[in-house]
């Protein structure tokens, strides 16, 4: 099918931007993770499955950008985010799915939240986690206050580059002195590596928002755009890491790498890398959750004619509240990365690999029909 990318331009986010904000969104601390997962599947399932399981959630999202091409194309407006597509493919599709398109946008925007529940947990340790995280918590506030996705770039980019590093040091100790260790070629657990390799491939989450704030669009889809581009390495980084981690540790190796690296000097500077990384790119992933709710308040404010400066307050203090709530929670309850790695991979599945290809049958339903 067709892309023509008929949708009104009103982005300001680059190219170059777009992709900085899709590699950081996609390679957090997740695949920290993709060694633990290769334990479960053993090497070949590990090897196969990975880069299928991204090709299924990359098919997904181009779903998706079709969907958003043919509504923009059709209703002459704007991009349109991943609950609104959710909202216009059934009113604009088959007449007896019109009335549950409110309750599509519902579930679409409690599993985009319910995703984003990630980012509670900080990756922060130790008996002195609150007051890490009271340390940290007046600049988190203070970058969440960005609203514009383009003004994120530069701190993604240097979250990137901390990445780049912490993966240099990483592959470094994983090439290193391999030991032979006990490993699988088939291993037993495959649904436990199908989920934790589901919510590494997270970045669905944002790709939206990312595609409607780019000045090109063109760029985002096209055979070598930001996209395409940006999964292909996200694919073989996690490909990458699993299996040279597993073969390093073997069934031994910890949830994170990074807990099964030496306690040296070198080794801990990637724990501290990784760290700023991730609370540097909090807004970015913070995006999503205001994008999914605060309209919803501005529409509230805005019928009680609540005028501009108040509404502009309003948006800040809802920002502070959305961090105030994730820091609470991540502080507080104990053993929370359990529940959020339940939470995180049912609805990252749902988002990435069910919700699309239901809402691509819905949107051009007519097109198959005219086929038979």
């Given at each position: 099918m ?13 190219a ?18 993709m ?16 880069p ?14 079709q ?8 209703l002459?407006?704007?991009p ?7 909202e ?9 799915l ?10 679409v ?8 529940m990630?980012n509670m947990?900080?990756?922060w ?7 890490y995280?009271?340390a940290i918590?007046p ?8 609203k ?14 901390l ?16 030991d032979?260790?006990?490993t699988?070629?088939?291993?037993n ?6 989920s934790t ?19 090109n669009r063109?760029n ?14 996200v694919?073989?980084?996690?490909t ?10 073997g069934?031994?190796v910890?949830?994170s790498?990074?807990?099964?690296l030496?306690?040296e000097a070198l080794?801990?500077?990637v724990?501290?890398?990784y760290?700023i990384?991730i609370?540097?790119s ?5 995006y ?8 919803l ?23 502070t ?12 309850i104990?053993?929370?990365e ?6 995180g ?20 339903y007519?097109l198959?029909?005219a086929w038979?």
């Amino acid at each position: 099918m067709k892309n023509n990318r008929h949708c009104k331009m009103s982005g300001q986010t680059t190219a170059i931007q777009a992709f900085m904000h899709l590699l950081k969104s996609y390679i957090g601390s997740g695949i920290l993770a993709m060694p633990k997962a290769f334990s479960y599947s053993g090497i070949i399932i590990g090897c196969i499955g990975t880069p299928l399981i991204g090709l299924l959630c990359h098919t997904c999202i181009h779903m998706l950008l079709q969907i958003n091409d043919h509504l923009c194309q059709k209703l002459d407006t704007n991009p349109m985010d991943f609950e609104q597509l959710a909202e216009k493919a059934l009113i604009e599709g088959p007449k007896r799915l019109r009335k549950y398109s409110n309750v599509s946008r519902l579930i679409v925007t409690v599993f985009l939240f319910s995703a984003q529940m990630e980012n509670m947990d900080l990756q922060w340790g130790g008996a002195s986690i609150q007051l890490y995280l009271l340390a940290i918590l007046p600049f988190l506030i203070l970058i969440s206050f960005i609203k514009n996705i383009k003004h994120l770039s530069i701190g993604s980019m240097f979250g990137n580059v901390l990445q780049l590093v912490s993966f240099a040091i990483i592959i470094y100790n994983l090439v290193s002195d391999v030991d032979e260790k006990e490993t699988k070629l088939l291993g037993n657990k495959v649904p436990q590596f199908f989920s934790t390799t589901m919510f590494t491939y997270e970045g669905i989450t944002v790709t939206m928002g990312l595609y409607r704030s780019m000045k090109n669009r063109h760029n985002f889809a096209k055979p070598f755009g930001v996209i395409n581009t940006a999964i292909v390495i996200v694919m073989t980084s996690y490909t990458v890491v699993g299996l040279l981690g597993y073969l390093k540790y073997g069934d031994q190796v910890e949830a994170s790498i990074t807990l099964s690296l030496p306690k040296e000097a070198l080794y801990i500077s990637v724990q501290l890398m990784y760290s700023i990384a991730i609370t540097i790119s909090y807004p970015v992933q913070l995006y999503v959750a205001i994008q999914l709710i605060w309209p919803l308040i501005d529409n509230k404010l805005r019928q009680f004619k609540i005028n501009s400066f108040m509404i502009g307050s309003s948006n800040y203090m809802f920002r502070t509240l959305l961090v105030l709530i994730t820091y609470a929670l991540a502080a507080l309850i104990p053993k929370l990365e359990l529940i959020l790695a339940l939470i995180g991979a049912i609805s990252c599945s749902t988002v990435a690999i069910m919700i699309p290809p239901i809402l691509h049958t819905i949107t051009f339903y007519d097109l198959t029909q005219a086929w038979k």
